[in-house]
């Protein structure tokens, strides 16, 4: 009898620790679960493709999503884009008729004014009556990718200024030299309706380690691709 009971209790405790073990499992596959779809719902990954936001993003050698080199980041769909931010914009319809996603740098938003002068930007903001004299400073810049002699990093070309249009934003890539942004004639400003994502600090802190797990494991998930 005494084996019995004995025998019963082994079993009992065996079973409480079973359950316990797959109480917690239970509780760890919902939490991933949980956060799976808190990520999907919240951020986009974007794979960098060209070579416009250089030295700040590098991007992969051509339009190719099996290509390795483009860094990997992560875009937060709900957030606001403000002044200095990284953004994706979604050119909806391209001439092939299929969307287009472009990654740059957020500089003016509407009501702003804005010239580049070889290479040297200023900004007068909404509701400023005076013009600056004194360039808008932008460390992430490479001098030797803001060439002062190349026509394109002065804007517009007579000299004058830009103003932005109302719930629009402005932007350029940091590769002045070589980056298709809203000083082009087809692009312009882009409205804020258009703006699909901010890069996030984090990843942008962390891109190595973004860009690391991306290639190895090459999830498959949304990408927006940068362009010259």
């Known amino acids: 009898m005494l084996t019995q009971v004995r025998a019963s209790l082994y079993n009992k405790k065996n079973n409480t620790k079973l359950s316990i073990l797959l ?3 239970i509780v760890i596959v919902v939490f991933v679960l949980a956060f799976e779809i808190y990520f999907a ?8 493709v060209g ?12 339009n190719n999503e099996n ?5 990997y980041v992560y875009a937060a769909k709900h957030a606001k884009p403000d002044y200095g931010k990284i953004v994706v914009i979604n050119r909806r319809k391209n001439s092939n008729g299929k969307d287009e996603y472009i990654i740059k740098r957020a500089i003016a938003f509407g009501g702003d004014s804005v010239r580049l002068d070889k290479g040297k930007l200023y900004i007068r903001y909404k509701g400023e009556s005076e013009y600056p004299t004194e360039p808008t400073p932008e460390p992430y810049l ?8 190349n026509p394109k990093n002065t804007f517009p070309r007579d000299g004058g200024w830009y103003t932005v249009p109302e719930n629009s934003v402005f932007v350029l890539g940091d590769n002045r030299d070589d980056s298709r942004d809203s000083r082009a004639s087809d692009f312009g400003s882009f409205p804020l309706s258009s703006v699909d994502g901010v890069v996030t600090v984090w990843s942008l802190e962390h891109k190595s380690f973004c860009t690391g797990l991306y290639n190895y494991f090459r999830f498959q998930l949304p990408s927006y691709f940068g362009i010259k």
């Open 67 to 71: 290509e390795f080199g483009g860094d």
């Open 142 to 149: 490479d001098p030797d990718r803001n060439s002062p002699d």
């Open 51 to 62: 070579d416009s936001m250089l030295p700040t993003l590098t991007g992969a050698p051509d």
């Open 41 to 48: 719902s919240n951020y986009s990954g974007v794979y960098v």
């Open 23 to 25: 109480n917690v499992l």
